[in-house]
């Protein structure tokens, strides 16, 4: 598989993962043409997808990922247990993995300052896509962290939840998987970061912005053009 498509995978799918209505049916389009010569493995998923009536179905959506949802879309909540106080919530694992991805962001040039959390699956699908674009800034294997460390546990509670309750967006799952374990290989013989002493930074440098657009999370330029 190409590293470009990866890419227009991880775009792919961090679209369908949004609400049906904030879609952009264009970057689907423009994606799933890219990824016409991708493996069946991964490009299946995502077709079968697109034709199920339910992916489209906005109470679908909601009743299983949105209010008070049994299928939450935020990584952290898999791997954390939810604080039972105020002060709970001041000192959850949960803050420090967020600052943890939020600093990873900003090694690649991204600012999380979006409406959504640093962990929301859309958001860290899309910044798959975008850091694997700008792979020739990572020359410590803080990418390759990232996927293995922070992200894979979260993603395979997903997947596990949404084959509970039987809901189409398994298939969104079943084509990351396929993407990450080819991103795995690509990466599997570079470095891989370890985290720094207490109080040191992951990295610095411009920092162009996660904009919250109505309803959507996409990471975006400073100039607002979609990355």
């Known amino acids: 598989m190409k590293k470009t498509q990866l890419i227009s995978a991880y775009r792919v799918i961090s679209e369908l993962f949004l609400y049906p209505e904030d879609r952009d049916e264009d970057r689907i389009r423009a994606g799933m043409k890219a990824l016409a010569g991708a493996p069946a493995a991964l490009r ?20 299983t990922l949105e209010l008070a949802p049994p299928v939450p879309l935020y990584l952290g909540a898999y791997l954390f247990e939810e604080p039972k106080s105020c002060r709970g919530a001041g000192i959850s694992g949960r803050n420090s993995y967020m600052l943890e991805l939020a600093n990873i962001y900003r090694h690649f040039g991204v600012e999380f300052s979006g409406r ?75 470095p891989k970061w370890q985290p720094p002493a207490e109080g040191e930074g992951v990295g610095q440098g411009a920092q162009p912005s996660i904009h919250g657009m109505p309803g959507a999370t996409r990471l975006t330029q400073e100039n607002g053009a979609k990355l």
């Open 116 to 190: 959504e959390m640093a962990d929301f699956v859309p958001v860290v699908v899309e910044f798959l896509a975008v850091s694997l674009e700008r792979r020739e800034e990572d020359r410590i294997g803080l990418r390759r962290y990232l996927v293995e460390t922070l992200l894979i546990k979260g993603i395979e509670s997903l997947l596990t939840a949404l084959r509970k309750h039987e809901s189409p967006y398994v298939l969104l799952v079943d084509a990351l998987g396929v993407a990450l374990a080819k991103d795995i290989t690509l990466m599997a013989k570079g």
């Open 44 to 63: 299946t998923p995502l077709t079968t997808f697109l034709t199920t009536p339910a992916a489209s179905d906005t109470a679908e959506y909601v009743a």
